[in-house]
């Protein structure tokens, strides 16, 4: 059996019982709490295949809402995390979801905050890994693995070529890049994983293309940028 990194034996570092159920989830509070780029005010979390089954026996509930108060996966505040979030004002509503689950391990996190809100389904893959499919009704696939930017722009030509070329000559290698349209001329997301995090100066640029709405930055194993504030 071949293994692609050390992490893939190990697996992360970690409060609670399981990979899947705990230091995924909390990856994935952390994640759509950084595409917020705030902190949340409100958060609607719905559970569904496995994780709805099990999530309070596994803690899922406990680390999905530590990723959203910026825990990471071995933070020993995560069996706190709730109690934590009511005495930060964090709202917080846990339910279950009946559709068909695009994986066992499938959760939906919508949160709302001073400035914002934001949508987000992702999935707990095994050994601490994820897999987010989906940002604000567009179609995505990133794990949260490597530096990643979401950028909402408009459906304009050139607009892809432009993106790329700005993080080329900010000497930011892209790793992987999808991009989902809502249609024809509309809003467009584009996906991209770097090998390297965009600073402060390349996301202005990018901001400075007119058919540029709004850019995210996904950066969990450091602080992100302060670029992806609002």
Same mark, same amino acid.
């Given at each position: 059996?071949? *293994?692609?990194?050390? *992490?893939?034996?190990?697996?992360?570092?970690?409060?609670?019982?399981?990979? !899947?159920?705990?230091?995924?989830?909390?990856?994935? $509070? %952390?994640?759509? =709490?950084?595409?917020?780029?705030?902190?949340?005010?409100?958060?609607?979390? &719905?559970?569904?295949? /496995?994780?709805?089954? &099990?999530? %309070? $026996?596994?803690?899922? +509930?406990?680390? #999905?809402?530590?990723?959203?108060?910026?825990?990471?996966?071995? +933070?020993?505040?995560?069996?706190?995390?709730?109690?934590?979030?009511?005495?930060?004002?964090? @709202?917080?509503?846990?339910?279950?979801?009946?559709?068909?689950?695009?994986?066992?391990?499938?959760?939906?996190?919508?949160?709302?905050? =001073?400035?914002?809100?934001?949508?987000?389904?992702?999935? !707990?893959?095994?050994?601490?890994?994820?897999?987010?499919?989906?940002?604000?009704? *567009? !179609?995505?696939?990133? /794990?949260?693995? !490597?530096?990643?930017?979401?950028?909402?722009? /408009?459906?304009?030509?050139? &607009?892809?070529?432009?993106?790329?070329?700005?993080? @080329?000559? $900010?000497?930011?290698?892209?790793?992987?890049?999808?991009?989902?349209?809502?249609?024809?001329?509309?809003?467009?997301?584009?996906?991209?994983?770097?090998?390297?995090?965009?600073?402060?100066?390349?996301?202005?640029?990018? =901001?400075?293309?007119?058919?540029?709405?709004?850019? =995210? #930055?996904?950066?969990?194993?450091?602080?992100?940028? @302060?670029?992806? %504030?609002?």
């Amino acid at each position: 059996m071949r *293994f692609k990194d050390v *992490f893939s034996i190990i697996g992360p570092a970690m409060v609670g019982p399981s990979s !899947s159920h705990t230091a995924g989830a909390a990856r994935l $509070g %952390r994640i759509a =709490r950084q595409l917020l780029a705030e902190p949340p005010l409100r958060a609607d979390i &719905t559970f569904y295949g /496995s994780f709805a089954d &099990t999530y %309070r $026996g596994h803690g899922t +509930d406990l680390a #999905v809402v530590g990723g959203l108060l910026d825990y990471d996966t071995d +933070d020993a505040r995560i069996p706190d995390s709730l109690a934590e979030a009511k005495a930060q004002g964090l @709202e917080v509503a846990i339910g279950k979801g009946s559709l068909a689950a695009i994986h066992p391990n499938t959760v939906t996190i919508k949160l709302t905050g =001073r400035n914002g809100a934001v949508e987000m389904t992702g999935c !707990s893959i095994g050994g601490g890994n994820v897999a987010v499919a989906a940002v604000n009704g *567009f !179609s995505v696939s990133f /794990s949260g693995a !490597s530096p990643t930017l979401i950028v909402r722009h /408009s459906d304009r030509p050139g &607009t892809v070529a432009a993106i790329a070329s700005t993080l @080329e000559h $900010g000497g930011i290698n892209i790793a992987t890049m999808t991009v989902d349209r809502k249609g024809r001329n509309g809003e467009a997301l584009s996906v991209l994983e770097t090998d390297q995090p965009a600073g402060d100066d390349v996301l202005a640029r990018l =901001r400075q293309w007119p058919a540029v709405l709004d850019i =995210r #930055v996904v950066q969990l194993t450091a602080t992100a940028s @302060e670029g992806d %504030r609002p």
